[in-house]
């Protein structure tokens, strides 16, 4: 292996440790989130008592958590993904196609994420905006938040899966599997 492409590696693993220790952190949201929802439903159906935030407080959580935990996604290539052609090409070829995806459709969607997200957070912050749909009405920009964060963990693991796919063009072979002969379809 080049020391090129040992440096490439080394940067694309920081880069995942990022994406692993936020993926970590944001796994913790599902107990407030689960600890809200049963007391909710104790309250209602046993003290006959619903309570305001509960529901506000869960889809908050819930929503906080699918989005930061999208990066940690990518990282562990839990996303979505058309196998049918995909899995029978070559390495080169499945990076040629990975950098071009992320190119031309992934890095301008989590561009946008960024910066309409930054638009969506700092104006709920600047104006203490609430939820208006609430009778508990919370403030509305730590979950208005987790759009910019998001998409930044989101752009810095595509820079890590594209850096691996540099890699696998250059050597015929990903990251951390054994070298194989290419077999081109």
Known sequence: ????????????????????????????????????????VVARYVFNAPTQWAYDMTFMLYGSFFMLGAAYTLQR????????????????????????????MFFPFVAVLVFVGWGYFWKAFVTNETFVTSSWQPITWPFKLALPVSGALLMLQGVSECLKCVHTLRTGQWPGQAATPEIVV
């Open 77 to 104: 290539k839990g996303h979505v993904r058309t196998d049918s052609f995909y899995s029978a090409w070559s390495p080169r070829r499945q990076a040629t196609v990975d950098l071009a995806c992320y190119a031309l």
């Open 1 to 40: 292996m080049h020391l090129q492409e040992t440096a490439l590696l080394r940067l694309a693993q920081r880069l995942d440790q990022v994406a692993i220790w936020s993926g970590n952190l944001v796994a913790w949201l599902i107990v407030p989130m689960v600890l809200a929802l049963t007391y909710e």
